[in-house]
């Protein structure tokens, strides 16, 4: 039997780009979660943090690269973004911090 992680170890951060901010404009807030989350404990994380209804989640895996760090080679950290989109009139201001 699994135990269930805690929504903050679901939800890293929030993510804050320029594409990320176009997003925004279409009612949908872009974090970082655990690489092991799914979709509907992303879901239940987002609802229970910011007390928003979730329309959908989207998931992206962006794989680390293999980089040169002062000659020796190294590894980008994998990262997972979760692009939430938010029910109508739901709002999550992501400037302001948890």
Known sequence: MST???HYDVIRKPIITEKATMASEN?????EVAVDANKPQIKEAVEAVFGVKVKAVNTVVTKGKVKRFRGTIGTRNTVKKAYVTLEEGNTIDVTTGL
């Open 27 to 31: 009612g949908a807030v872009v974090f």
């Open 4 to 6: 269930k992680p805690a």
